[in-house]
């Protein structure tokens, strides 16, 4: 089954009922607050993943993700949540300490 672990969110588990979808709808349709300043336009880099596994479950990079990687706005084993879709099995992401807001409780 498709699912998200959202890793210093106490290992939130987020199960997907279809996909593929983009990893920022699936975590925002269960409730979970995500950075996204641009409008889930791929414009900035505030709702980036730190993909810590699965990498193969998701599409490839697009040309935003392309670009910032390029200008070194986004590092090797990071993605955009807007810009990637979760194709299936699962994967396993950070947030990043600088996407944080301070309302959530993270663990780490």
Same mark, same amino acid.
Not at 43 to 50: L, N
Not at 56 to 64: A, G, Q, R, Y
């Given at each position: 089954m498709p699912q998200i672990v959202i890793e210093n969110l106490f290992n939130l588990k987020i199960n997907s009922v279809s996909v593929p979808r983009k990893v920022i709808e699936i975590i925002h349709e269960n409730g979970i607050d995500w950075m996204h300043a641009c409008g889930k336009k791929g414009?900035?880099?505030?709702?980036? !993943? !730190?993909l810590k596994?699965?990498?193969?479950?998701?599409?490839?990079?697009?040309?935003?993700?392309?670009d910032f990687l390029q200008q070194g706005r986004l590092r090797a084993g990071e993605r955009l949540a807007c810009q990637t879709e979760l194709l299936s099995g699962e994967i396993v992401v950070r947030v990043g300490n600088i996407n944080k807001f301070p309302h959530i409780k993270y663990s780490e």
């Open positions: 414009r900035c880099t505030t709702c980036k !993943i !730190i596994s699965g990498e193969e479950n998701l599409s490839p990079p697009t040309k935003p993700e392309l």
